[in-house]
């Protein structure tokens, strides 16, 4: 009753909900917990009052947008500091977030699963003081759970990457044993208070209505909304087509709706979805895309034009009806040739995936035997009444599921795979973080400073020669710097979204990709042209005249490595094929990966068949040159024992090796007059930053790198710093 009293204080309710209670006092006493509650049985307060009461910051991740801006505005009301960053948040807002968090402006800040682990984030996240981190959507961490996303298989790092373990609270309305079992598994919950509210909703009414075409159920609809005037309601459709189709025919009939799908643009989303919060429009016409987590109580029915692809999206869907408890109607309208909408999706799905090929055939398994269990629960449904059609719900979840193919000891070592692989994505780039950061922490010992210099002939000069045919940007080097890192992992082909997703992680991506910098699709675009260019670009490395101090055995007789800057072969749209390892990569593999530098006298970047002179291209193309080198080191094949050379993922249990460099450039806009202004303050810092370093005996060497500017004459353009290391 105390913790009633208490809790009135911040939230205006009457008494706890199904296991409100027993979940927030868990939390507090700072026990893992696992809720599996139904839609409206507030799951919300369960972790919004224990942010009052723990010192620090509550971390929530949770993958809908719309839902945090909601959540941030409602606390908000209720005078509980709070902020939300997604994709949608500028840069310059998303900044002064970070910076609030710090000084303890927040007690809950929402993210998104795929900035929790960006380097930017990370070094803010070491700064809090995280007292609980919640996982809404929960059932997206496991791989067999509905709606699948690998942004939440990274949640594990984050608390290696920042040293702290908070407690874990995760939510979710759907989520079978095998599921349940595996995200704890998953996110490492130590002995989790386990709550499942089960999956009755006594106040939804269930039908499924069997209908011989398109026409019927449209005649069905009209006929349910005429008994329904003045209520909200949510209208489930498979494809977008019949989105725009049923949103047409409605608006002709002067019917108050709107309509909802992925492909829209995030300011269009967003007006649809706030008239149909607040009433403007009663009706949403929608895919599968609208409705986790929307905060709506007075939706009074929801129907299904289309069946759902399983029933656990079923259940999902129909859980947005009835959240403030008050009696909803839910009506599923089958045809039999519905299946075919799905099973041609599944195909469609399982060809583009870019997943390995016993991945891709376990989850195909899947997802037909989820496919035939909602078929048949259509199927069935028509003889059934409310009360056995949520029975036959309830056993799928709870029975069924136990004899899943995902159960068999052939997918757990896949799925085991396939998580250790989604779990290192970020880590390359997360261990490449800027050496001047590592040495400014006082971390490392400092030591006699050893340069290997690989491929010397007389003269000491370096025998790397590039022909490049095509200016490469900072862009294109980061895009072949996520393909070099696809190889590594062994895959065959490659996907512009799997790139895309590799950039997000890397704190060099955030330079400006070109003009294109409005959403995913224009990056993939982008994307897709700086791969072509790169096809095109020619690299050779010849150490025929010279020696390499290091040398594996199977390696002795290659003395000159040529071929494509990224060997690539485009198949079908959107796949590209690696042919061979990159020459950039066996060299690495010959120098053992050691830093190695290459002299402007040999470094040329070319442009429109003009050689340019030594510039911030230059210094580019060198910074990412001596970065892949960091990623390759030696193994013992595991029979004879003899070296050889192959290039080494880094995973989380690896300490990579430590870079000895780092390259300080700027690009400059604006006036000549501003410009000028400009480089005269970036000399100015580039000798504040050398002294800095000369004044704690970090540096073992530097060179002030001299180039000709867009002002036509030669400046200081940057700094090549060599540091101690161990």
Same mark, same amino acid.
């Given at each position: 009753?105390?913790?009633?009293?208490?809790?009135? !204080?911040?939230?205006?309710?009457?008494?706890?909900?199904? /296991?409100?209670?027993?979940?927030?006092?868990?939390?507090?006493?700072?026990?893992?917990?696992?809720?599996?509650?139904?839609?409206?049985?507030?799951?919300?307060?369960?972790?919004?009052?224990?942010?009052?009461?723990?010192?620090?910051?509550?971390?929530?991740?949770?993958?809908?947008?719309?839902?945090?801006?909601?959540? =941030?505005? *409602?606390?908000?009301?209720?005078?509980?500091?709070?902020?939300?960053?997604?994709?949608?948040?500028?840069?310059?807002?998303?900044?002064?977030?970070?910076?609030?968090?710090?000084?303890?402006?927040?007690?809950?800040?929402?993210? /998104?699963?795929?900035?929790?682990?960006?380097?930017?984030?990370?070094?803010?996240?070491?700064?809090?003081?995280?007292?609980?981190?919640?996982?809404?959507?929960?059932?997206?961490?496991?791989?067999?759970?509905?709606?699948?996303?690998?942004?939440?298989?990274?949640?594990?790092?984050?608390?290696?990457?920042?040293?702290?373990?908070?407690?874990?609270?995760?939510?979710?309305?759907?989520?079978?044993?095998?599921?349940?079992?595996?995200?704890?598994?998953?996110?490492?919950?130590?002995?989790?208070?386990?709550?499942?509210?089960?999956?009755?909703?006594?106040?939804?009414?269930?039908?499924?209505?069997?209908?011989?075409?398109?026409?019927?159920?449209?005649?069905?609809?009209?006929?349910?909304?005429?008994?329904?005037?003045?209520?909200?309601?949510?209208?489930?459709?498979?494809?977008?087509?019949?989105?725009?189709?049923?949103?047409?025919?409605?608006?002709?009939?002067?019917?108050?709706?709107?309509?909802?799908?992925?492909?829209?643009?995030?300011?269009?989303?967003?007006?649809?979805? *706030?008239?149909?919060?607040?009433?403007?429009?009663?009706?949403?016409?929608?895919?599968?895309?609208?409705?986790?987590?929307?905060?709506?109580?007075?939706?009074?029915?929801?129907?299904?034009?289309?069946?759902?692809?399983?029933?656990?999206?079923?259940?999902?869907?129909?859980?947005?009806?009835?959240?403030?408890?008050?009696?909803?109607?839910?009506?599923?309208?089958?045809?039999?040739?519905?299946?075919?909408?799905?099973?041609?999706?599944?195909?469609?799905?399982?060809?583009?995936?870019?997943?390995?090929?016993?991945?891709?055939?376990?989850?195909?398994?899947?997802?037909?035997?989820?496919?035939?269990?909602?078929?048949?629960?259509?199927?069935?449904?028509?003889?059934?009444?409310?009360?056995?059609?949520?029975?036959?719900?309830?056993?799928?979840?709870?029975?069924? /599921?136990?004899?899943?193919?995902?159960?068999?000891?052939?997918?757990?070592?896949?799925?085991?795979?396939?998580?250790?692989?989604?779990? =290192?994505?970020?880590?390359?780039?997360?261990?490449?973080?800027?050496?001047? !950061?590592?040495?400014?922490?006082?971390?490392?010992?400092?030591?006699?400073?050893?340069?290997?210099?690989?491929?010397?002939?007389?003269?000491?000069?370096?025998?790397?020669?590039?022909?490049?045919?095509?200016?490469?940007?900072?862009?294109?080097?980061?895009?072949?710097?996520?393909?070099?890192?696809?190889?590594?992992?062994?895959?065959?082909?490659?996907?512009?979204?799997?790139? $895309?997703?590799?950039?997000?992680?890397?704190?060099?991506?955030?330079?400006?990709?070109?003009?294109?910098?409005?959403?995913?699709?224009?990056?993939?675009?982008?994307?897709?042209?700086?791969?072509?260019?790169?096809?095109?670009?020619?690299?050779?490395?010849?150490?025929?005249?010279?020696?390499?101090?290091?040398?594996?055995?199977?390696?002795?007789?290659?003395?000159? $490595?040529?071929?494509?800057?990224?060997?690539?072969?485009?198949?079908?749209?959107?796949?590209?094929?690696?042919?061979?390892?990159?020459?950039?990569?066996?060299?690495?593999?010959?120098?053992?990966?050691?830093?190695?530098?290459?002299?402007?006298?040999?470094?040329?970047?070319?442009?429109?068949?003009?050689?340019?002179?030594?510039?911030?291209?230059?210094?580019?193309?060198? *910074?990412?040159?001596?970065?892949?080198?960091?990623?390759?080191?030696?193994?013992?094949?595991?029979?004879?024992?003899?070296?050889?050379?192959?290039?080494?993922?880094?995973?989380?249990?690896?300490? *990579?090796?430590?870079?000895?460099?780092?390259?300080?450039?700027?690009?400059?806009?604006?006036?000549?007059?501003?410009?000028?202004?400009?480089?005269?303050?970036?000399?100015?810092?580039?000798?504040?930053?050398?002294?800095?370093?000369?004044?704690?005996?970090?540096?073992?060497?530097?060179?002030?790198?001299?180039?000709? =500017?867009?002002?036509?004459?030669?400046?200081?353009?940057?700094?090549?710093?060599?540091?101690?290391?161990?």
């Amino acid at each position: 009753m105390e913790l009633l009293k208490d809790v009135q !204080k911040y939230f205006p309710i009457k008494e706890f909900r199904f /296991s409100q209670k027993q979940i927030i006092e868990q939390i507090l006493s700072g026990r893992d917990v696992l809720a599996i509650l139904p839609t409206g049985a507030g799951k919300s307060l369960c972790y919004q009052y224990p942010v009052l009461k723990f010192p620090g910051i509550t971390l929530v991740i949770s993958p809908l947008i719309a839902l945090m801006e909601d959540q =941030t505005k *409602h606390l908000k009301e209720l005078n509980i500091p709070a902020a939300c960053l997604n994709k949608d948040v500028p840069g310059k807002e998303r900044r002064q977030i970070l910076l609030d968090a710090v000084e303890g402006k927040y007690k809950l800040l929402f993210i /998104s699963p795929e900035r929790l682990i960006s380097p930017k984030f990370i070094r803010i996240a070491k700064k809090l003081k995280i007292s609980l981190l919640v996982v809404d959507e929960v059932h997206c961490t496991s791989l067999w759970g509905y709606d699948f996303r690998p942004e939440y298989l990274k949640i594990p790092r984050f608390f290696q990457m920042t040293g702290s373990r908070p407690v874990i609270a995760g939510f979710t309305a759907t989520a079978t044993e095998y599921v349940k079992n595996d995200v704890i598994r998953l996110l490492q919950m130590n002995d989790p208070f386990i709550v499942n509210g089960g999956y009755e909703r006594k106040n939804l009414s269930l039908s499924v209505k069997c209908c011989k075409s398109s026409a019927g159920k449209f005649r069905s609809i009209y006929a349910f909304l005429e008994k329904h005037e003045r209520q909200s309601g949510i209208i489930y459709c498979a494809s977008v087509d019949n989105v725009m189709r049923v949103y047409e025919l409605l608006k002709r009939k002067k019917y108050k709706v709107t309509y909802y799908y992925g492909e829209l643009n995030e300011e269009e989303k967003k007006k649809n979805y *706030h008239s149909f919060l607040h009433n403007e429009n009663l009706i949403m016409v929608s895919t599968n895309a609208f409705g986790m987590g929307i905060d709506k109580g007075d939706i009074r029915f929801v129907l299904h034009f289309d069946m759902s692809k399983d029933l656990e999206g079923y259940y999902q869907e129909i859980g947005r009806a009835g959240r403030d408890g008050e009696e909803s109607e839910c009506v599923l309208y089958y045809t039999p040739s519905d299946a075919g909408i799905f099973q041609g999706m599944i195909h469609t799905q399982f060809q583009e995936s870019p997943y390995e090929k016993e991945i891709k055939d376990i989850i195909f398994q899947l997802a037909e035997k989820r496919l035939q269990s909602m078929v048949s629960y259509a199927e069935a449904g028509a003889d059934m009444n409310s009360g056995k059609l949520m029975e036959r719900i309830q056993h799928y979840f709870l029975e069924s /599921s136990k004899k899943d193919v995902t159960l068999t000891e052939h997918a757990d070592r896949i799925q085991n795979e396939f998580v250790r692989k989604l779990q =290192t994505v970020d880590v390359l780039y997360t261990n490449e973080t800027k050496v001047s !950061k590592m040495i400014r922490n006082g971390t490392y010992q400092c030591e006699e400073n050893n340069t290997v210099l690989a491929g010397e002939y007389h003269g000491q000069k370096k025998m790397v020669d590039f022909s490049l045919d095509q200016r490469l940007d900072y862009f294109d080097l980061m895009v072949a710097d996520a393909v070099y890192t696809l190889s590594v992992w062994g895959k065959e082909k490659i996907y512009p979204k799997n790139i $895309l997703i590799l950039l997000s992680g890397d704190p060099e991506a955030s330079m400006k990709p070109a003009s294109h910098t409005k959403d995913a699709s224009d990056k993939r675009k982008c994307i897709e042209e700086s791969l072509e260019k790169m096809m095109d670009t020619k690299i050779r490395i010849d150490r025929s005249r010279g020696k390499i101090g290091f040398c594996f055995p199977d390696e002795e007789d290659s003395l000159i $490595l040529e071929g494509r800057f990224l060997p690539l072969e485009k198949e079908g749209k959107s796949s590209y094929r690696i042919l061979e390892t990159p020459p950039l990569y066996r060299y690495a593999e010959l120098t053992n990966g050691q830093f190695f530098t290459i002299p402007r006298e040999i470094l040329c970047v070319w442009s429109q068949g003009k050689k340019m002179p030594n510039s911030i291209e230059n210094l580019k193309l060198k *910074h990412f040159l001596a970065r892949r080198l960091l990623l390759s080191k030696p193994y013992r094949a595991r029979f004879s024992g003899k070296q050889m050379s192959r290039i080494v993922r880094f995973i989380h249990e690896k300490n *990579h090796r430590r870079g000895m460099f780092e390259i300080l450039s700027l690009e400059l806009d604006g006036s000549k007059y501003l410009k000028k202004r400009k480089w005269n303050l970036l000399a100015e810092k580039v000798r504040e930053i050398l002294e800095y370093y000369q004044a704690k005996n970090q540096i073992a060497g530097y060179k002030m790198i001299i180039g000709e =500017t867009d002002l036509g004459r030669n400046e200081i353009i940057g700094i090549e710093l060599q540091y101690y290391y161990n």
